[in-house]
C-alpha cells in the first residue's frame, strides 16, 4: 500500500470533522468564539496546504519509511507526558512540551535554534495565556 490514497484519505476525514467543528464553534457566543472558529480556520487552511502536497506527490512512495516509527512514537510519549504535566501546572506544561517539540524538530541545535525555540514556545504559551486569562476570562487548570 502507499502513502498516497492513505494520506489523502485521513486529510479528507480529519477536514470533514474540523467543518463539523467549524458549524458548532459557529454557534458559540460571541467574543468567546473567536479563539476556537481562528484555530478551526487555521487548522483548516493547513490541511488544504497537506490536501495539495499530498495530490501533488507521486503515488509510489511507500508507506512505512525507515524511521518513521521513532517519530511517531516520541511524538506519541510527548503527549501523554503533557498530557501528565497539565495536572501540575498549565503555564509550565505547555511551555515545557512546545520547547521540547520544537527542539526535537530543529535539524540543527546549536544555541541560535535553542534560543529561538524557547522563544517561540515562550510566546505561543503567552498568547494563549493572555487570550484565555486575560481576554475570554477563562482560568486555565
Known sequence: ??????ELALLGV??????????????IRPPAHVFPLAVLI???ALLLLALGRAAMRPPGAPLFAPGRGRVV?????????????????YL??????????YLFLLERRDRRGVATA??????????TWLTFSG?????LP
Open 1 to 6: 500500500m502507499t502513502t498516497r490514497p492513505l
Open 14 to 27: 480529519v477536514a470533514l470533522f474540523c467543518l463539523l467543528l467549524l458549524v458548532e464553534a459557529w454557534q
Open 42 to 44: 487555521t487548522t483548516l
Open 73 to 89: 512514537l516520541a511524538a506519541a510519549a510527548g503527549l501523554a507526558l503533557y498530557a501528565l504535566a497539565m495536572s501540575a501546572h
Open 92 to 101: 509550565a506544561a505547555t511551555f515545557l512540551f512546545l520547547f521540547a517539540a
Open 118 to 127: 524557547a522563544l517561540v514556545a515562550a510566546m505561543a504559551t503567552g498568547v
Open 135 to 139: 481576554w475570554l476570562g477563562v482560568n
